[in-house]
């Protein structure tokens, strides 16, 4: 079908990865038998925070067995510097109205939780039937606010990945996996 960028075509600019593209394949794949098996029978829709949500919203999707309804958001936190305020902008909202709804939030990451934790509040005051988060990743160590996540792929260190929809500067989004950069890329 198509080759995908591997640690080898990164050089010098990978350190390490941290979670493989058949981990995430694999746990993406446990995910989706969890959700369907609590969804079953239950008209579900999922909402992916863009963009680094892409990818697994698209695989997930993939791999969950029932029909379900998808839906992006854009949302854009921003304070002093490269660290989260809490305080959130909606760039792009939902096309679909989730009242009465089954709704599960995709996230490729969970950092400080400040920008979900606003967008839990926000969409759960839309009157969902029900109102999940799935991540991919999340950094315990990181979190500011405590978040009920029922679906969670892998914790990981409280260290600046990319990969699988994460970025640096825009790039390494289609990454297969998740990494580390080498500090010469950000000059660290």
Do not use: Q
């Not at 029932?66 to 959130?88: F, I, L, P, Q």
């Not at 792009?92 to 509040?121: F, M, N, P, Q, Y």
């Not at 005051?125 to 999940?132: D, I, K, N, Y």
């Not at 160590?141 to 409280?158: C, H, L, Q, R, S």
């Amino acid at each position: 079908m198509y080759r995908a960028v591997n640690e080898i075509d990164m050089g010098t600019d990978l350190e390490k990865v941290l979670v493989s593209k058949e981990d995430i394949e694999a746990k993406l794949v446990e995910l989706a038998a969890e959700i369907d098996r609590d969804y079953a029978g239950r008209d579900l829709l999922i909402v992916g925070v863009l963009k680094g949500a892409v990818m697994v919203m698209a695989d997930l999707a993939r791999a969950l067995s029932s029909n379900v309804t998808m839906d992006w958001m854009a949302v854009s936190s921003y304070g002093a510097g490269t660290k989260s305020s809490g305080v959130v902008r909606i760039l792009k909202d939902l096309d679909t109205d989730i009242a009465g709804r089954h709704v599960l939030i995709v996230e490729d990451i969970i950092d400080s939780g400040l920008t979900l934790s606003w967008l839990i509040s926000n969409l759960g005051s839309r009157g969902p039937a029900s109102l999940e988060v799935c991540t991919l990743l999340r950094k315990p160590e990181a979190a500011k606010v405590e978040i009920d996540v029922k679906y969670t792929g892998f914790d990981i260190p409280n260290e600046f990945v990319v990969g699988y929809g994460l970025d640096y500067a825009e790039k390494y989004r289609n990454l297969p996996f998740v990494g580390t950069l080498a500090p010469h890329v950000y000059g660290g």
